[in-house]
């Protein structure tokens, strides 16, 4: 498999942690050859060990959505180029990642106050502990979004961690490799932001 076996994870536990801190997955599908790829939101529900998510009906993705189709989803965490200079013992540059690509069987949910438990989760996930918004059942909103939305389960046949972190480095140039991940992903982050928000207003 690729990368090497010490970039690769079968802690299960490790990657959900992805999942959860990078919510914004990668839906990949294929129908006749065309490849299908659309940028959404997914929750891992904890007691049917699923993945659940939405897509707009409008989207021609949805059409290789089909019961028991197997489709393949990315949650792509931080990475950064690994510069040698960082590292006390010669090397060649490199790139670090944290990368996890989930295989399922997709279900369909249609029922209409499953939709909006799957909706009302979401949020309360994604607002996190504050709360500081709550989406009710009986938000009247509610009745008239869930026909523009498709709603659908994951089970989880397949994981797979890549974690390529300099794990086969030194201790020292390993823990200079995750300062390196850790500051260069603030950095270049913010920086992008305020770039894009500055050509946005422009």
């Known amino acids: 498999m690729y990368p ?49 998510a939405h897509i707009d009906r409008n989207n021609p993705q949805l059409e290789t959505l089909k019961d028991g189709a197997e489709i393949t989803v ?34 369909l949910i249609n029922e209409p106050e499953s939709i909006k438990k799957t909706m009302i989760d979401m949020t309360a996930f994604l607002e996190g502990q504050a ?23 994951i089970e989880i046949t397949n994981w797979e961690g890549k974690f390529k972190l300099s794990q086969d480095k030194i201790s020292q140039d390993f823990e200079n490799a995750k300062e390196e991940l850790i500051n260069k ?8 932001i305020d770039n894009i928000y500055t050509l946005a207003n422009n």
Do not use: C
């Not at 990949?28 to 959404?40: M, Y």
């Not at 059942?137 to 659908?152: E, G, S, V």
């Not at 992903?185 to 992008?192: E, L, P, T, W």
């Open 185 to 192: 992903s603030r950095k270049d982050v913010s920086g992008f």
């Open 131 to 153: 709360q500081k918004f709550i989406l009710k059942n009986d938000d009247p909103r509610m009745d008239r979004l869930i026909n523009y939305i498709q709603a659908f389960e």
């Open 4 to 52: 090497p076996p010490h970039h690769q994870s079968d802690e299960i536990g490790k990657m959900i942690s992805v999942i959860k801190h990078f919510p914004l997955g990668m839906l990949v599908t294929a129908k006749d050859g065309n490849p299908f790829v659309t940028h959404i939101p997914f929750i891992y529900n904890e007691i049917s060990k699923k993945l659940v």
């Open 74 to 107: 990315v949650f792509k965490g931080p990475d950064t180029y690994i510069s040698p200079s960082i590292y006390t013992t010669p090397q060649l540059p490199t790139w670090n990642y944290i990368i996890v690509h989930v295989t399922g069987i997709i279900q």
